[in-house]
């Protein structure tokens, strides 16, 4: 049992491969000449610059945080740079056929079908490659909906006073750490806009790809979901295999107005680094979005890469009769560390919320939920159900939570619950007696553990999670 | 640094008997650690601002009504600012069982290695306490010993008094023996009161924190047991909420095939504040362990709770579970609970669950259907709510005392 758990931990990160595409990457180091670059070739309009400097300066006076339950070797974030583009990017292609057939390549290899085909599957893509956005498919038949789906440098241009009414409405410059530093020197991302009562024709899709050494990935998502309007957006990422660790550090905010509903999935494969823990990415992000009256935002993760994980995707549900859900599978193996969760905050009468975590641990891992379930004084009638589980596999592993409840109105409800355990011995018991091999039946077990997140997901995303656990998991019967 | 603190410190640094070679090492820990705020983890929802604004003084010479418990045959230490009070303690033991008093401890061997065994560094005022406790008592019940009447360690404080102090237990191979820590005074006063219990093989204990200052009074203190092979434990803690309650519960098993069992009751009022860290250490495999925390929070009142179950590497086949659930009576009242779990061992049992709160509609209804006012309606059911927890404690004695406190404490709460 040893040797597959062993020959499962040393196997081999899929996606790991390095892309040969000339770049143009800056060099490293961080000052506000960096920040003025950056905004220079983003050809950013002064009020976007005066932003990005208000945050580094507001970034420069701020500690690290060190309270979540993940040991790392803290960077030197002088010694990465802030900005590397696909060379051939200087002139941007305005169709697909014009976008570097390597780069395409690299997009087939991860099986993210960029071309016309996609149309079948009914998924507009944005792509962004180290730090600038690649490719967004579809944007035409989108916008005769009135949808805008675009990476957010050309949404600065194009429709400034939307982002600057809502960029940093929801994750300030001055919110944490890493969120200060997104705001600084972002680079790219995505922009979508559903207009008033319009449900989006397709789903909408992004693939983040770190290809270039030394270099951080900061983007930056704005999506905001008018009245009555309806989106299912999905994320995807996946870097090569370094040696060193690269820093991840993005912003996602989310606006659902008045009776709105954004679904938000995410699939994470992050390369985590070798069974030492050598290499991987830090994946320090803040996700969270905000939900006027009867509207609702729905968060689905499925985390499986990283070395490091430091992410809560959160709702604040201001608007009476609001909902917030986020549905979360974290497996960890190996040296990975994930300290994740979601925050609920309920301001709004009759708010409800349901978060349902689900943490697997293999290897020599630490998987933590931590959360917060906040229900503020006029939070009326508000309620909430929390329920976090976590399986252990092997005997080095750490399963934790850190569950932060707080109350303040006496009509609201909160309950949470949480479990610990391993694979039973009679639940295996049972697979092997009806004849399946020990992997497959752990394998069966923890699909059924996930199976309430599993369920949240949009179609094609469930069959590549579930193929990705697999993957994750096979051999770790101990 | 704020003056108390550097008052406070000087004061230790004067302090010189046979605990010194400890209470320096606390003391030096003590310098290098930052006043609590609200940043401060542990102390994330307790603002302590009050005690650097309030003036104590040493102790007082007063006389001081103790507050008998009906019925209950025990062996009574009554300390009174931290000063013990020979008329009102018992002075006959039965065999088995020795009692020392602190500031006489070096005549126990055992005792200089006790201090400190089981109580961790953690905690801020518990190196206040390390370094300033002179006062206090040694018990050590002897193996195989039964002591069927329950110690009483009383602990009453009076006004603008400060006062520190120290229990060291040590409960003997097989031993059987009952321990009731009984704190009260209502007035303004600062005390941090800490005990240390070490429970041998097999051996068992009962134990009681009333911790029942209410009002003005600023209390800190904790618990910390650390337990051997197959020792047992039953804890039992009532906290009544004050300007400032804070208490640690710490249970370490430290032996395999342990049983520990934390019940707790508490009920706020006022504008009080209660702050339970509980905290079960599983260092070993085999063991078992249970906690139920009921808490009632009417008016201002601000109920926090910090559970933590932590499992260590290796300590396999494990069974732990933490229950917290508490009733909110009022609009402005608040609760804040955090139930932790860490876990580094695969084949273990953990469970946690909290609930919040109003008291069921429904079966308000049901009682009112029937003819049941709607505060005595509101009275039986949150009552019924703690009762469960009042009638597994084992001495019916202190069950029976307690049951028209509790039941007085809802006549007189803010109900919306």
Same mark, same amino acid.
């Given at each position: 049992?040893?040797?597959?758990?062993?020959?499962?931990?040393?196997?081999?990160?899929?996606?790991?491969?390095?892309?040969?595409?000339?770049?143009?990457?800056?060099?490293?180091?961080?000052?506000?000449?960096?920040?003025?670059?950056?905004?220079?070739?983003?050809?950013?309009?002064?009020?976007?610059?005066?932003?990005?400097?208000?945050?580094?300066?507001?970034?420069?006076?701020?500690?690290?945080?060190?309270?979540?339950?993940?040991?790392?070797?803290?960077?030197?974030?002088?010694?990465?740079?802030?900005?590397?583009?696909?060379?051939?990017?200087?002139?941007?292609?305005?169709?697909?056929?014009?976008?570097?057939?390597?780069?395409?390549?690299?997009?087939?290899?991860?099986?993210?079908?960029?071309?016309?085909?996609?149309?079948?599957?009914?998924?507009?893509?944005?792509?962004?490659?180290?730090?600038?956005?690649?490719?967004?498919?579809?944007?035409?038949?989108?916008?005769?909906?009135?949808?805008?789906?675009?990476?957010?440098?050309?949404?600065?241009?194009?429709?400034?006073?939307?982002?600057?009414?809502?960029?940093?409405?929801?994750?300030?410059?001055?919110?944490?750490?890493?969120?200060?530093?997104?705001?600084?020197?972002?680079?790219?991302?995505?922009?979508?806009?559903?207009?008033?009562?319009?449900?989006?024709?397709?789903?909408?899709?992004?693939?983040?790809?770190?290809?270039?050494?030394?270099?951080?990935?900061?983007?930056?998502?704005?999506?905001?979901?008018?009245?009555?309007?309806?989106?299912?957006?999905?994320?995807?990422?996946?870097?090569?295999?370094?040696?060193?660790?690269?820093?991840?550090?993005?912003?996602?905010?989310?606006?659902?107005?008045?009776?709105?509903?954004?679904?938000?999935?995410?699939?994470?494969?992050?390369?985590?680094?070798?069974?030492?823990?050598?290499?991987?990415?830090?994946?320090?992000?803040?996700?969270?979005?905000?939900?006027?009256?009867?509207?609702?935002?729905?968060?689905?993760?499925?985390?499986?890469?990283?070395?490091?994980?430091?992410?809560?995707?959160?709702?604040?549900?201001?608007?009476?009769?609001?909902?917030?859900?986020?549905?979360?599978?974290?497996?960890?193996?190996?040296?990975?560390?994930?300290?994740?969760?979601?925050?609920?905050?309920?301001?709004?009468?009759?708010?409800?919320?349901?978060?349902?975590?689900?943490?697997?641990?293999?290897?020599?891992?630490?998987?933590?939920?931590?959360?917060?379930?906040?229900?503020?004084?006029?939070?009326?009638?508000?309620?909430?159900?929390?329920?976090?589980?976590?399986?252990?596999?092997?005997?080095?592993?750490?399963?934790?939570?850190?569950?932060?409840?707080?109350?303040?109105?006496?009509?609201?409800?909160?309950?949470?619950?949480?479990?610990?355990?391993?694979?039973?011995?009679?639940?295996?018991?049972?697979?092997?007696?009806?004849?399946?091999?020990?992997?497959?039946?752990?394998?069966?077990?923890?699909?059924?553990?996930?199976?309430?997140?599993?369920?949240?997901?949009?179609?094609?995303?469930?069959?590549?999670?579930?193929?990705?656990?697999?993957?994750?998991?096979?051999?770790?019967?101990? | 640094?704020?003056?108390?603190?550097?008052?406070?410190?000087?004061?230790?640094?004067?302090?010189?008997?046979?605990?010194?070679?400890?209470?320096?090492?606390?003391?030096?820990?003590?310098?290098?650690?930052?006043?609590?705020? %609200?940043?401060?983890?542990?102390?994330?929802?307790?603002?302590?601002?009050?005690?650097? %604004?309030?003036?104590?003084?040493?102790?007082?010479?007063?006389?001081?009504?103790?507050?008998?418990?009906?019925?209950?045959?025990?062996?009574?230490?009554?300390?009174?600012?931290?000063?013990?009070?020979?008329?009102?303690?018992?002075?006959?033991?039965?065999?088995?069982?020795?009692?020392?008093?602190?500031?006489?401890?070096?005549?126990?061997?055992?005792?200089?290695?006790?201090?400190?065994?089981?109580?961790?560094?953690?905690?801020?005022?518990?190196?206040?306490?390390?370094?300033?406790?002179?006062?206090?008592?040694?018990?050590?019940?002897?193996?195989?010993?039964?002591?069927?009447?329950?110690?009483?360690?009383?602990?009453?404080?009076?006004?603008?008094?400060?006062?520190?102090?120290?229990?060291?237990?040590?409960?003997?191979?097989?031993?059987?023996?009952?321990?009731?820590?009984?704190?009260?005074?209502?007035?303004?006063?600062?005390?941090?009161?800490?005990?240390?219990?070490?429970?041998?093989?097999?051996?068992?204990?009962?134990?009681?924190?009333?911790?029942?200052?209410?009002?003005?009074?600023?209390?800190?203190?904790?618990?910390?047991?650390?337990?051997?092979?197959?020792?047992?434990?039953?804890?039992?803690?009532?906290?009544?909420?004050?300007?400032?309650?804070?208490?640690?519960?710490?249970?370490?098993?430290?032996?395999?095939?342990?049983?520990?069992?934390?019940?707790?009751?508490?009920?706020?009022?006022?504008?009080?504040?209660?702050?339970?860290?509980?905290?079960?250490?599983?260092?070993?495999?085999?063991?078992?362990?249970?906690?139920?925390?009921?808490?009632?929070?009417?008016?201002?009142?601000?109920?926090?709770?910090?559970?933590?179950?932590?499992?260590?590497?290796?300590?396999?086949?494990?069974?732990?579970?933490?229950?917290?659930?508490?009733?909110?009576?009022?609009?402005?009242?608040?609760?804040?609970?955090?139930?932790?779990?860490?876990?580094?061992?695969?084949?273990?049992?953990?469970?946690?669950?909290?609930?919040?709160?109003?008291?069921?509609?429904?079966?308000?209804?049901?009682?009112?259907?029937?003819?049941?006012?709607?505060?005595?309606?509101?009275?039986?059911?949150?009552?019924?709510?703690?009762?469960?927890?009042?009638?597994?404690?084992?001495?019916?004695?202190?069950?029976?005392?307690?049951?028209?406190?509790?039941?007085? %404490?809802?006549?007189?709460?803010?109900?919306?």
């Amino acid at each position: 049992m040893t040797d597959q758990l062993d020959e499962a931990l040393q196997r081999e990160y899929e996606a790991g491969f390095v892309s040969d595409i000339e770049s143009r990457t800056f060099e490293p180091g961080l000052d506000e000449d960096v920040i003025r670059r950056i905004s220079a070739m983003k050809e950013e309009p002064q009020w976007m610059l005066d932003w990005r400097l208000k945050a580094f300066a507001l970034w420069q006076k701020m500690p690290e945080p060190d309270w979540a339950h993940i040991q790392y070797e803290k960077m030197d974030f002088q010694s990465i740079s802030y900005y590397s583009a696909p060379k051939s990017m200087d002139d941007r292609p305005k169709s697909l056929d014009e976008v570097d057939p390597e780069l395409l390549a690299t997009y087939e290899k991860l099986g993210i079908p960029l071309i016309e085909q996609q149309q079948l599957a009914g998924i507009a893509v944005d792509v962004v490659f180290d730090s600038v956005s690649v490719v967004t498919t579809f944007r035409e038949k989108l916008k005769e909906q009135g949808v805008i789906f675009c990476p957010i440098s050309d949404a600065i241009r194009e429709h400034p006073e939307l982002v600057q009414k809502y960029l940093g409405s929801v994750v300030s410059q001055k919110d944490n750490f890493f969120a200060a530093l997104n705001c600084a020197v972002f680079t790219d991302g995505s922009f979508v806009y559903i207009p008033k009562g319009t449900r989006c024709p397709m789903e909408l899709s992004t693939y983040f790809r770190i290809n270039e050494l030394n270099t951080g990935q900061f983007e930056r998502t704005l999506i905001i979901a008018d009245e009555g309007s309806h989106v299912s957006y999905l994320e995807g990422c996946t870097a090569p295999q370094r040696d060193e660790n690269q820093l991840h550090a993005a912003v996602v905010e989310l606006i659902c107005l008045d009776n709105a509903e954004i679904k938000y999935s995410t699939v994470q494969n992050w390369y985590p680094g070798d069974e030492n823990g050598k290499g991987g990415i830090y994946n320090f992000v803040t996700k969270r979005g905000i939900c006027h009256d009867s509207a609702k935002i729905s968060w689905t993760q499925v985390e499986t890469g990283s070395a490091v994980t430091w992410k809560y995707p959160s709702c604040i549900l201001k608007g009476d009769n609001s909902i917030g859900e986020f549905y979360s599978v974290a497996l960890t193996r190996g040296a990975q560390q994930a300290d994740t969760g979601t925050k609920m905050i309920h301001l709004g009468k009759n708010t409800r919320s349901t978060i349902i975590s689900k943490g697997i641990s293999a290897g020599k891992s630490n998987n933590s939920y931590r959360g917060l379930v906040h229900m503020g004084k006029g939070a009326k009638g508000a309620r909430n159900f929390t329920q976090c589980d976590s399986l252990l596999i092997g005997d080095k592993c750490g399963a934790h939570t850190f569950p932060y409840v707080e109350s303040r109105n006496p009509t609201a409800i909160v309950e949470h619950e949480a479990t610990t355990s391993k694979v039973s011995d009679d639940q295996m018991f049972l697979c092997r007696q009806r004849g399946l091999d020990p992997e497959k039946a752990v394998s069966m077990i923890v699909n059924g553990f996930c199976k309430e997140v599993f369920k949240e997901l949009p179609m094609e995303f469930a069959v590549e999670a579930g193929k990705l656990l697999e993957i994750s998991l096979e051999g770790s019967v101990g | 640094m704020s003056s108390w603190l550097a008052n406070t410190i000087s004061e230790a640094e004067q302090v010189n008997d046979w605990l010194s070679p400890k209470r320096a090492e606390s003391l030096a820990l003590l310098k290098n650690t930052p006043w609590p705020n %609200r940043k401060t983890e542990a102390w994330r929802y307790t603002p302590i601002n009050v005690i650097e %604004r309030a003036r104590f003084s040493a102790a007082n010479d007063t006389d001081v009504q103790i507050t008998a418990i009906e019925n209950l045959d025990s062996i009574d230490l009554v300390f009174i600012d931290g000063i013990f009070n020979l008329q009102a303690s018992t002075n006959d033991f039965p065999e088995g069982l020795f009692i020392t008093q602190l500031s006489e401890g070096q005549s126990c061997e055992w005792a200089l290695d006790g201090f400190k065994k089981t109580k961790p560094n953690k905690h801020f005022f518990g190196l206040i306490n390390d370094a300033l406790a002179t006062s206090g008592c040694i018990i050590d019940v002897a193996a195989n010993a039964r002591i069927e009447r329950p110690i009483r360690i009383v602990q009453s404080f009076t006004s603008g008094s400060q006062s520190h102090t120290r229990i060291l237990v040590r409960v003997g191979p097989s031993a059987k023996v009952s321990v009731v820590e009984q704190l009260q005074g209502d007035e303004l006063c600062f005390n941090t009161s800490f005990a240390e219990y070490d429970i041998g093989e097999a051996a068992t204990l009962e134990h009681y924190r009333l911790a029942m200052q209410c009002q003005a009074a600023i209390s800190i203190g904790g618990s910390h047991f650390s337990l051997a092979q197959s020792a047992k434990l039953t804890s039992n803690l009532i906290g009544f909420g004050s300007q400032l309650s804070r208490v640690d519960m710490d249970i370490i098993h430290a032996g395999e095939n342990a049983i520990s069992k934390l019940n707790v009751i508490y009920l706020l009022d006022g504008k009080e504040l209660f702050d339970l860290h509980s905290s079960f250490e599983h260092t070993v495999a085999n063991g078992t362990s249970d906690q139920n925390i009921r808490c009632i929070v009417a008016d201002r009142a601000n109920a926090v709770f910090n559970g933590r179950i932590h499992i260590h590497r290796d300590a396999q086949k494990i069974l732990a579970s933490m229950n917290n659930r508490n009733l909110l009576m009022s609009e402005d009242a608040q609760v804040n609970t955090k139930p932790e779990l860490e876990i580094y061992a695969d084949d273990v049992r953990c469970a946690h669950g909290v609930t919040i709160a109003e008291i069921d509609e429904q079966a308000m209804f049901y009682l009112q259907s029937r003819g049941v006012s709607r505060i005595d309606a509101q009275v039986i059911l949150s009552f019924g709510f703690i009762n469960e927890l009042v009638d597994q404690m084992p001495n019916v004695a202190i069950a029976d005392w307690l049951r028209p406190q509790l039941r007085n %404490r809802f006549a007189n709460m803010e109900i919306r």
